[in-house]
């Protein structure tokens, strides 16, 4: 029976033939465009991007290292080429709300155009109005406006002297103004000398000073009037001149953009906003006292946030750093004088102004690690338009002056990319994720392992040492790949699509050859590259080894025990992963059918391990003496187990080491098992196969082979076995044995070197067999419980 189990050496290691990939070096292989195998997630892409309606956004669901970057980019990549480029967005000055820029759309290329024709207007009219206006003609209209205006002044000062001279009295200009003095004789007199002018005299001059003080008063206040009005008249002038220099140069602007009424809109405010600011264009004027000197024109700018080139298809933007304002803009602000201010110039887009009319691909855990930046993301896809608000606003943690730029409509597919983790906790938590994100592209992590795909496979090594420049692969290296492919995959029968893994591998096994001075990288530097990176990682490995070596772990590769049993454990650590031995015992009295897992009770032990035990009780109750209760009380522990434990693996070894313990038969310490059990006996496939084989023969290459030495693993792994070349070795010779078994009594057989037993047609076990001695044991226990309860 234990020969028929052993596995042979073909059985543990599919390989692949080099000539069956139909090529000699990989620089004959065409590029693979896109990640064969994924048929379904290219097809639910494909819909997701065509079809319209709010909410169908992709989520793309793969763990780490797929590819799914690269899968979304070339797939995106492939349709925006053929897809209409979308138009530019520019903010301008709101000249009616200023503290509310305005967003102007316009075709693809023509943002920069826009500003360049602007500032090339604003310009234009900066130099013309003051070459204009200190022009001869403008001048001496400007002069002909004063000379009116002083003329007047002039004449009716001149009438009022007139009265004045009239009724014996002077007007005389002080420095304090104007002031009526008397005259007699032709001249002016002093105080003193009116005192002396008879009363009759004094009367009739205070009466003629009294009215034309009246009519010198009426004078003054309408000389500001005047000037008020001088200065209009002035103010028309130069909004007459604007006008005229700045209506045929906005007109043609206006022919130029008619394609866009947003920019219709926009220079029709403009061409009002110069005319009535035509003095901003002027340098001061020394003959102008009144007029403003000329400030800076920057509200007349353009701030171009998104610009394409015509006919360059639809955007695909793959945001890496996804914060708020990288998402959706932000607000710049510059400091003045110990203030921060901020204008629509400051106004900066953020990637979904980018691809908007376009692709957004994101990765979720990224963007959900970002404050406000998930909650903005989405205020954007409900609303459908991209509103540029500081994270800080929305709480009134803003204390600045802000803007409120005018909201862009936004016409993005956005697609996340992110693990079954992600996926289901958004699903879980977040009610509008579902709404949001209706379409699920699921990758899948590897592809049946045929001779076409095999081929296929070829092909995309050749695409990966063409994009990163590395040396060729002759059909030796790419038939390497593929084995390793297949063991990553933890499956003979499939290959792992894991794009970030079989880069790495390319490219350690680039760098081994080109160390090794290789035109071409050959399947000898794959098994070296793979014995360096196990090299590189396998301290904790050693070190356990070393332990084992030196007896502080307790691990027997020869003997027998009773009880006692090698189990097999792996250790992920990141990107070490590697099995260890762990022994597992099992101690059995009298007691009241309780099989006690140490693990639990101290809180080692996870929920699948104790389902693990708890199906181990129930099997122990239906197999044997089933019609009497268990009169037992058995113990189970991982001995010398420190940490955390979890996983029904070890079911079967737990069950062989209490059987051992019930029926006195030692366990071949020589083997090590794993494997899970179900409630009939049967043996179920486990995880990590390969890594425990390995982590066994390790120990016992230490210890030195003897012959006697292998591990029993379910027979459903067989098909999962991708073992090291130096254990299939060694199996060919002789020194180490794999054992394939499907129900529990194989296994027993095998560790015990004795026949486990079956039922009889009278109902029992053979007496001598290890279940006949076990359920003796059992049916011992039952009387003394009997006995002891009576």
């Not at 999962?720 to 299939?728: F, S």
Request: proline share 5%; net charge negative; hydrophobic share 40%.
């Amino acid at each position: 029976m234990t020969a028929s189990l052993a596995l042979p050496p073909a059985r543990l290691r599919r390989a692949t033939d080099p000539a069956t990939l139909g090529f000699t070096v990989t620089t004959e292989l065409a590029p693979l465009p896109l990640l064969f195998g994924q048929e379904r997630a290219l097809a639910a892409i494909d819909f997701g991007v065509r079809m319209g309606g709010d909410g169908y956004n992709l989520f793309l669901l793969g763990e780490a290292g797929i590819g799914k970057r690269r899968l979304a980019k070339r797939v995106l990549g492939a349709r925006a080429a053929s897809e209409s480029t979308p138009g530019d967005w520019a903010y301008v000055h709101n000249f009616s709300e200023p503290l509310k820029p305005r967003a102007i759309g316009l075709p693809a290329g023509q943002g920069p155009a826009f500003a360049r024709d602007l500032r090339r207007l604003i310009a234009d009219l900066a130099e013309a109005m003051p070459a204009i206006y200190e022009g001869e003609e403008c001048r001496a209209r400007r002069q002909a406006l004063k000379a009116e205006f002083v003329a007047r002044d002039e004449e009716n000062l001149k009438r009022l002297r007139e009265q004045a001279k009239a009724k014996d009295l002077a007007l005389m200009q002080t420095s304090d103004g104007f002031t009526l003095t008397p005259v007699v004789d032709g001249e002016p007199i002093s105080d003193e000398a009116f005192e002396l002018l008879p009363v009759a005299d004094r009367e009739r001059l205070e009466a003629a000073m009294s009215e034309l003080r009246s009519a010198l008063e009426d004078l003054l206040d309408a000389a500001p009037r005047a000037q008020r009005d001088y200065r209009e008249r002035v103010r028309d002038l130069r909004e007459g001149l604007m006008r005229r220099e700045s209506e045929p140069r906005i007109h043609e602007l206006h022919e130029r953009y008619r394609d866009s009424d947003s920019v219709a809109a926009y220079l029709d405010a403009l061409a009002a906003d110069v005319v009535s600011h035509a003095d901003e264009f002027l340098p001061d004027d020394a003959d102008d006292d009144e007029k403003p000197p000329a400030r800076e024109l920057k509200r007349y700018r353009v701030n171009v946030v998104v610009s394409r080139s015509p006919d360059s298809g639809a955007p695909v933007i793959d945001e890496d750093h996804p914060l708020h304002q990288n998402l959706l803009g932000r607000l710049e602000y510059a400091a003045e004088t110990g203030n921060l201010i901020t204008d629509f110039t400051l106004i900066r887009s953020g990637s979904l102004h980018e691809a908007n009319g376009g692709y957004l691909i994101l990765e979720a855990r990224q963007l959900l690690s970002q404050p406000f930046a998930w909650e903005g993301l989405k205020r954007v896809l409900l609303s459908r338009v991209i509103r540029i608000v500081a994270p800080g606003e929305q709480y009134g943690q803003v204390t600045t002056v802000s803007l409120d730029p005018e909201p862009i409509p936004l016409a993005t597919k956005v697609l996340l990319l992110g693990d079954a983790e992600v996926y289901e906790m958004l699903s879980a938590l977040d009610p509008d994720f579902p709404a949001l994100f209706k379409v699920v592209a699921d990758l899948e992590p590897d592809v049946p392992r045929d001779a076409a795909s095999e081929r296929l496979y070829a092909q995309l090594v050749a695409t990966l040492v063409n994009e990163s420049q590395l040396l060729p692969f002759d059909a030796t290296a790419v038939a390497r790949v593929i084995e390793e492919a297949a063991r990553l995959a933890e499956d003979a029968e499939r290959l792992s699509l894991h794009l970030g893994a079989l880069h790495d591998l390319l490219r350690e096994t680039d760098f081994v050859a080109r160390e090794l001075e290789f035109e071409c990288v050959s399947a000898g530097c794959v098994a070296e590259a793979l014995a360096r990176r196990r090299r590189r990682r396998g301290g904790i490995e050693e070190r356990m080894l070393e332990a084992i070596r030196r007896g502080t772990v307790l691990i027997d590769t020869c003997g027998a025990s009773v009880g006692q049993v090698n189990g097999l454990a792996v250790l992920d650590l990141g990107d070490v992963r590697f099995a260890k031995p762990v022994r597992l015992s099992a101690t059995v009295r009298l007691g009241s059918g309780e099989v006690l897992d140490i693990e639990r009770e101290s809180e080692l032990g996870g929920a699948i391990h104790a389902k693990g035990v708890l199906i181990l009780t129930s099997l122990l109750g239906a197999r044997y003496v089933p019609d009497q209760p268990l009169s037992l009380r058995a113990s189970l522990v991982f001995e010398q187990s420190y940490g955390p434990v979890d996983g029904d693996s070890a079911s079967v070894a737990e069950c062989c080491a209490l059987l051992s313990a019930l029926s006195a038969q030692p366990l071949k310490q020589s083997l090590a098992i794993t494997g899970s059990l179900n409630q009939y006996g049967r043996v179920q496939a486990i995880g990590g196969v390969n890594e425990k084989i390995e982590g066994f023969y390790a120990v016992c290459r230490e210890a030195g082979l003897n012959g006697e030495q292998g591990v029993i693993v379910p027979a459903a792994n067989v098909q999962h076995l991708m073992l090291d070349p130096e254990i299939i070795a060694a199996v060919e010779r002789g020194q180490f044995h794999i054992y394939a078994v499907a129900e529990l009594d194989e296994a027993l057989s095998l560790l015990c070197g004795a026949e486990a037993g079956a039922r009889g047609s009278d109902g029992r076990f053979p007496p001598a067999s290890i279940n006949g001695r076990v359920e003796a044991r059992l049916e011992a226990f039952a009387v003394a419980a009997r006995k002891s309860g009576g």
